[in-house]
């Protein structure tokens, strides 16, 4: 009998050790979030709509989410990222409403030095923007769609550090779009010919950095307060595109302001 209770308890023990080794191992997850409203000037020409400039105010809000497990060098990034514009040209003031949404997805590779205390990310994303323009001074060309989809080169450097007895923190995001697809309408063909007529006058264009080079840079610092992370920095993009014989550019110089959680 002592001998068949030693040969269970064997068992048992045995199984159980099988069953821990069996478990997949859990490993912590550290993750980087931020919320930041934005504020600045903005910079339009679209040859489509108007020969002329337009210039006014851009509101935005954008939601940076960066996550890597302990046990990896992987870095995966979520950008959302919302842009709302009222711009004008020197006889008509607020004239162009402009509304931008975009999304980045990105897988970066993480390098850290613990002397200086920096961190260096790089890699590449998917991103994607959707949104458009509307001149309500316009009554030939009134609208055009902002659609566009690329490969991008991203990378991102931080830089931990005190002041005192407070932790600061420098973050350098830059983001290049290398290939991709976009929307354009042809000089002087309609929506009205693309999408009720089905006329196909190459709509759907290559990108590339010679005939739409863009840069997105964020330069911004997280200090503590109340017991909270602030974010504030400064935000500049430059999109651009030549395209079926038609010039677009936006430049927009942002202050931002957020937290992160």
């Not at 842009?83 to 993480?110: H, P």
């Not at 850290?112 to 920096?118: G, T």
């Amino acid at each position: 009998m002592s001998r068949l209770t030693t040969t269970i308890a064997i068992a048992a023990i045995a199984a159980s050790l099988a069953a821990q080794e069996s478990q997949p191992t859990q490993h912590a997850t550290e993750r980087e979030r931020a919320g930041q409203l934005s504020v600045g000037y903005t910079d339009i020409l679209d040859t489509y709509l108007s020969q002329e400039k337009f210039t006014g105010t851009e509101f935005g809000y954008l939601s940076q989410s960066l996550s890597r497990r302990d046990s990896s060098h992987i870095v995966r990034e979520t950008v959302h990222h919302v842009l709302v514009g009222v711009a004008g040209t020197r006889g008509n003031d607020n004239s162009l409403l402009t509304l931008l949404y975009n999304l980045r997805l990105g897988w970066m590779y993480r390098w850290h030095w613990a002397a200086p205390r920096l961190t260096l990310l790089a890699g590449g994303a998917i991103d994607g923007t959707l949104g458009g323009a509307y001149d309500t001074r316009n009554s030939n060309n009134p609208a055009q769609a902002r659609i566009a989809l690329s490969i991008d080169p991203t990378a991102r450097l931080s830089w931990q550090l005190r002041t005192g007895r407070h932790p600061l923190a420098l973050h350098y995001d830059v983001t290049l779009p290398l290939i991709g697809m976009a929307f354009s309408p042809n000089y002087g063909q309609s929506y009205y010919e693309i999408f009720s007529r089905g006329n196909y006058d190459h709509n759907i264009v290559c990108t590339s950095p010679f005939s739409a080079p863009q840069l997105y840079q964020h330069l911004s610092v997280d200090f503590r307060l109340w017991r909270t992370t602030f974010r504030v920095g400064y935000l500049g993009e430059y999109r651009q595109m030549k395209a079926n014989n038609l010039k677009y550019h936006q430049y927009t110089h942002s202050i931002t302001l957020g937290w992160c959680y």
